[in-house]
């Protein structure tokens, strides 16, 4: 099956300080890509879907100034966490849309990143 | 507007028991219904899908789910739980909306395997 790797997989931060996560498709090329977020004990939520060569599109409550998203190739999409605070430690998931796939009805998930603000 | 439901947050079954996460979903028009699982600190892995078709699916490591219309359900089965089955399994509904896929999950329901 299709892979979506993340790197980092785990990051430690000093508040106040950016970080940026990326996550690539390694065997397909994903003109969208999606960012979740997770919440201990809690669901997926949909932060943002982006595509390719074009602006994010997020989702209602998001800050788009504050999670920076750029998916500048069809293999990979990053995610910045500017200013990062306490409140913002969670676990990251992206994953990818095979443009390859007719159906396209199948996205692949990358493994996640856990991010910790100090 | 879509959503999935999960009936219980926690299931404990004994290894070698019949496995049964609830999944009830609604949605306007006809969706295509998947179920993940979860390790501990790991990204979601596919387990099964239904697009179109037969409504009994079958998925990896011996689980099935089966599409009920009639009652909005998609509810994940395995015949005999193994202690490699604890985890956390997520219901998610995908439809396409203005060209794009919209992916909602369900709240989850992390498995217990009772030696």
């Known amino acids: 099956g299709a892979v979506v790797s993340q790197h980092p997989s785990r990051v430690i931060c000093k508040s106040g300080t950016s970080v940026k996560i990326e996550c690539r498709s390694l065997?397909?090329?994903?003109?969208?890509m999606f960012w979740y977020r997770q919440f201990p004990k809690q669901s997926l939520m949909l932060m943002a879907t982006?595509?390719?060569?074009?602006?994010?599109?997020?989702e209602q409550g998001v800050e788009k100034d504050k999670f920076l998203i750029n998916h500048a190739s069809l293999t990979l999409s990053t995610l910045t966490v500017t200013s990062a605070h306490p409140e913002d430690s969670s676990f990251y998931i992206c994953?990818?849309?095979?443009?390859?796939?007719?159906?396209?009805?199948?996205?692949?998930f990358g493994p996640g990143t856990r991010l910790l603000v100090l | 507007a879509q959503s999935v439901t999960q009936l219980g947050s926690h299931v404990s079954v004994s290894e070698g028991a019949l496995v049964l996460l609830r999944c009830n979903y609604s949605?306007?028009?006809?969706?295509?219904l998947f179920w993940y699982v979860q390790y501990p600190n790991q990204g979601l892995q596919l387990l099964l899908k239904?697009?179109?078709?037969?409504?009994l699916v079958k998925g990896i490591n011996g689980f099935e789910a089966e599409f009920k219309k009639s009652e909005t359900s998609f509810h994940l089965t395995k015949p005999s739980a193994h202690m490699s089955d604890a985890a956390e399994y997520f219901c998610?509904?995908?439809?396409?909306?203005?060209?794009?896929?919209?992916?909602?999950f369900g709240t989850g329901t992390k498995l217990q395997v009772i030696p």
């Open positions: 998610a509904v995908i439809l396409y909306s203005g060209g794009y896929q919209k992916v909602t």
């Open positions: 982006s595509n390719e060569g074009s602006k994010a599109t997020y």
């Open positions: 994953s990818g849309e095979d443009s390859g796939t007719p159906s396209q009805e199948t996205q692949y």
């Open positions: 949605s306007s028009v006809p969706p295509y």
């Open positions: 065997d397909f090329q994903a003109t969208t």
């Open positions: 239904y697009t179109t078709g037969a409504t």
